[in-house]
């Protein structure tokens, strides 16, 4: 079956400290992978996607970077964390649906909280 | 992507009919249509997706007029746990889509 797995789950980082969140994703092969945050009450920021091994989109340039260095793993990374990166991080990818269209599938996701 | 304007928020009771209006006037050929729904602390989940017409499935309807730069998510006999923000997204993704970008969606509070 395709699942997708997201750690940590939750973190609570010193501000100026480095971040690694990883994503994988099982029983596919070439997904299309996206990072996404949600600040406390707002909506979702797409942060980053990748096409394939290599291959990153930012769509918000700041102190978070991406990299995808196997086709099914996908990790967000910070080398000084910042009060405003605290929130709710999402990785993503995309499933073919029943009806033949692709759908959005996300993982549980990872709570951060920089202090 | 299309962009896509919906109610910010809404209101209803248990046990009443709820229809969320999502308007996307720029819709291309190939797009669908998809609704999502996302609890607190946790990532949006897929609801239910449609080109024409009306598609029904265990959990919600989706109606989609004939010119398609509407589409409204119809659930039925909302409980409390239906309280939660709905996104509705339209685009081409039959494709190997890239850039995923979702709205404001609309907060839907069911009250006893």
């Known amino acids: 079956s395709q699942t997708i797995h997201q750690w940590p789950a939750t973190l609570v980082q010193p501000v100026g400290s480095p971040l690694s969140l990883e994503c994988t994703v099982e029983?596919?092969?070439?997904?299309?992978l996206y990072w996404y945050r949600q600040a406390a009450g707002r909506g979702l920021q797409l942060l980053f996607y990748s096409v394939g091994i290599g291959q990153i989109s930012s769509e918000v340039p700041q102190n978070l970077s991406a990299s995808r260095p196997q086709d099914r793993q996908f990790i967000l990374s910070s080398k000084k964390l910042l009060l405003s990166d605290s929130g709710f991080y999402l990785c993503a990818w995309i499933k073919r649906g029943s009806s033949g269209a692709n759908v959005l599938t996300f993982g549980a996701g990872s709570r951060l909280t920089v202090l | 992507l299309a962009k896509t304007t919906q109610p910010i928020s809404m209101d209803s009771y248990e046990g009443q009919e709820v229809n969320i209006t999502c308007s996307h006037n720029n819709i291309a050929t190939n797009d669908y249509i998809t609704w999502y729904q996302q609890f607190p602390s946790q990532g949006p989940r897929f609801i239910i997706q449609?080109?024409?017409t009306k598609v029904t499935n265990e959990v919600a309807s989706l109606f989609i007029p004939a010119d398609r730069k509407s589409s409204t998510l119809s659930l039925p006999r909302v409980s409390l746990s239906d309280t939660a923000v709905y996104y509705c997204l339209v685009g081409s993704l039959y494709s190997s889509a890239s850039k995923i970008i979702f709205g404001s969606g609309t907060r839907l509070s069911i009250r006893p």
């Open positions: 029983g596919t092969s070439n997904p299309n």
């Open positions: 449609g080109y024409k």
